[in-house]
């Protein structure tokens, strides 16, 4: 047996996320059934975490482990045409036993892209979300720094969750403007993120950007734990798991 | 009556081209519904001309007569929001009865996405075309502007084609290189085009930059009138219809 560490994209708007399902296409799914098929053997398959229904990812780290070893573009290339046209393998390489695509990730960095021009462009209607209201970005520029720093984040946790501990550490929370897309880019980078939680955290940073939240109100929010004081939970087509590391 | 120009976007993936057939789903059918459902009457489209299946367009231009005058925000908010979502409306405008939008074309802008880079990106299967072998780029650069100026295209119009005379004039054929999608942007400019004209235009410059076809070789093409002289016709998900110009 061999181990290897795969580095994948794909477009969430076909699946029903990341992780196989009782119900509907998985990214998990197509990758075992393709990896099953060229080793003649079943393949198991394990991801950093889960990405839900219509999000997307530009860099989800996988690992698998494999009968036999194989020159690594060889794999890559069989692997990448092999798989459906909406799942790319970027890259592959041999790793130890020691490695677990999950239990050893150190940091997680997501993006979420906010469509502000009208009319909204038919292209980006699965590749961003879309916000024709006002706002005043300044104010959500004021709020994100509120997020950094180690904090219960139960307010930002969608119900369903069985997570125990919800304290996480946001290291990095930006917002730049995509002009030639009309888009706002949201990064986020931390050391885990509870189920929903960027998409809600987008959800009350363009609440408080339309002045229906104070844009003090980070902390308060944070503190009360409470998920109904935070604002909506954003759709999933504006949200990329960018980068996993290790 | 009053009659309407409009700019409009779609994103072509789902639609068997811009004009109404008997079969699938078409851009005008879908303009016409929503606009007959909006003035309680059948409600005819007219578009600077067809784009086939998988087309997309970023500026095509459509006219059409209504019952009333309405206030033209209001009735391009109306057109965007009630047509699907993958067609948007850019601008409405009132027009004379003189202004036709497919008699009174002077030029029309065509754009061709070819994504070069390794591996496909999932987000651009739909919106490039892929070209995975070698090219060399310089060698396309000194086959373009052989396409510029007045010719009988006649070798680069896929059969099928019921108009008479094939003669165009190019006035603009360039290629640029977007770094951050790793994809060629072939822009062409000209009076007209023939059926699939820009996209075997643009399988026989990749043809070119894959050395199988000398760089020289787009005068001797053209005075053939042979279309099996030219390269193969490229994916119809590449192209983008940019801008009519009257």
Redesign the interface.
């Known amino acids: 047996m061999v181990r290897y560490k795969a580095l994948i994209?794909?477009?969430g708007t076909l699946f029903n996320g990341f992780q196989r399902q009782s119900e509907g296409r998985t990214v998990q799914e197509e990758l075992e059934r393709t990896l099953s098929k060229m080793a003649s053997q079943p393949i198991m398959v394990h991801g950093s975490g889960r990405t839900d229904a219509k999000v997307?990812a530009l860099g989800q780290v996988i690992h698998f482990d494999y009968p036999q070893a194989r020159p690594l573009e060889k794999m890559?290339f069989a692997l990448?045409t092999q798989t459906p046209?909406?799942?790319?393998?970027?890259k592959i390489e041999e790793v130890t036993e020691a490695f677990h695509a999950r239990y050893l990730v150190k940091e997680k960095v997501y993006e979420f892209h906010v469509q502000i021009g009208k009319?909204?462009?038919?292209?980006r209607?699965h590749?961003a979300s879309y916000y024709p209201y006002p706002l005043d970005l300044t104010k959500i520029e004021r709020a994100l720094p509120d997020l950094l720093g180690t904090h219960d984040f139960s307010a930002f946790c969608a119900s369903g969750s069985s997570v125990e501990d919800k304290t996480r550490t946001i290291y990095e929370a930006t917002m730049t403007y995509d002009e030639s897309l009309s888009e706002l880019v949201f990064t986020f980078r931390g050391d885990g993120f509870l189920y929903k939680m960027i998409r809600i955290l987008v959800g009350t940073l363009l609440k408080i950007g339309n002045g229906r939240l104070d844009e003090t109100s980070i902390p308060s929010i944070i503190a009360s734990k409470n998920r109904q004081l935070a604002g909506p939970t954003a759709h999933p087509e504006g949200l990329y798991l960018k980068e996993v590391r290790y």
């Open positions: 994209a794909y477009d997307h890559r990448d046209e909406d799942i790319a393998v970027i009319p909204r462009s038919p292209f209607r590749y």
